[in-house]
């Protein structure tokens, strides 16, 4: 990242980039909700955000990236890559030993960039989103229908 771009952990009550949160949730209660209990992680450029990624801990030793979103026109610079690895390096620091992250199977961009990012392959949820969304979703003309996830686990110290 340029010299002007950085990524900061910023507390809950922090001003949130609602623009970019609801990129990848789109239900704001369902975000506040999440939030209260997450590690918050803004990319900046100067002082505006572009970039925002929520870890919530599932218990003391795994998390779950439960949002990440880069505005569209930064994306594909790195910007995601430099929030997760900030994010993988708080993480290690407080004791947590795996994290995990859901998507979808038609989310390609995500899927390249996790597993750029050290995570694997984990399991899949067959016709999850079928089942938990009233529309039917489309992405590079591909139906999502299963929830994929991936795990990222910390070398043994």
Known sequence: MSTERRIES?????????????MADPSRTAIKKYLERSLLYLAFEYD????????????????EIVNLAVDPDRRGQ???????????AD???????????ATGNSSLEALALYQKTGFRLARIEPDYFPAHYPE????????????????YRFDPD
Do not use: F, M, S
């Open 91 to 101: 993480a290690r620091t407080k004791g947590i030993r795996e994290i995990h992250v």
């Open 48 to 63: 505006t955000p572009i970039g925002v990624l929520a870890l919530l801990p599932q218990n003391a030793t795994q998390a």
């Open 10 to 22: 910023v507390p809950p009550h922090h001003p949130l980039p609602w623009h970019l949160l609801l």
């Open 78 to 88: 790195g910007v995601g890559q430099a929030l997760i690895r900030t994010a993988i």
């Open 136 to 151: 039917p979703i489309y992405e590079h003309g591909i139906w999502c229908r299963d929830r994929v996830w991936l795990i």
